[in-house]
């Protein structure tokens, strides 16, 4: 099977949230975002700990996404966005620790 070009696979945006002490587990979070209307099953977390998290949207549903958490819903607030990862991890402080290969 041949592989999609960069071209093909869509534009994206990462979006970096903080996240109420109160939610403790990646579940957690998962259940309320797809709670939200315009998301449902349009994104995928990537990074959550210590009450920051990090979610990849597709660039068609960003802008609605956004709007809704801005105003923040159910303890989630967007703090940042980006179209690369690496510079809302740098924002948001959040460090990855690499794998070996």
């Keep these: 099977m041949t592989k999609l070009r960069k071209a093909a696979r869509g534009k994206r945006r990462w979006v970096g949230l903080n996240v109420v002490e109160s939610i403790q587990s990646r579940e957690e979070l998962e259940a309320i975002i797809s ?9 995928r977390l ?6 920051k998290a990090i979610i990849r949207l597709p660039l068609e549903v960003y802008n609605s996404a956004r709007l809704i958490l801005q105003e923040g819903i159910q303890g989630i607030e967007s703090v940042t966005s980006s179209g690369k990862i690496k510079l809302v991890r740098e924002r948001m402080g959040i460090e990855v620790k690499r794998r070996k290969r």
Excluded: K, P, R
């Excluded at 990537?46 to 009450?51: A, K, S």
């Design 35 to 43: 709670d939200i209307a315009c998301l449902s099953d349009n994104y």
């Design 46 to 51: 990537y990074d959550f700990h210590q009450g």
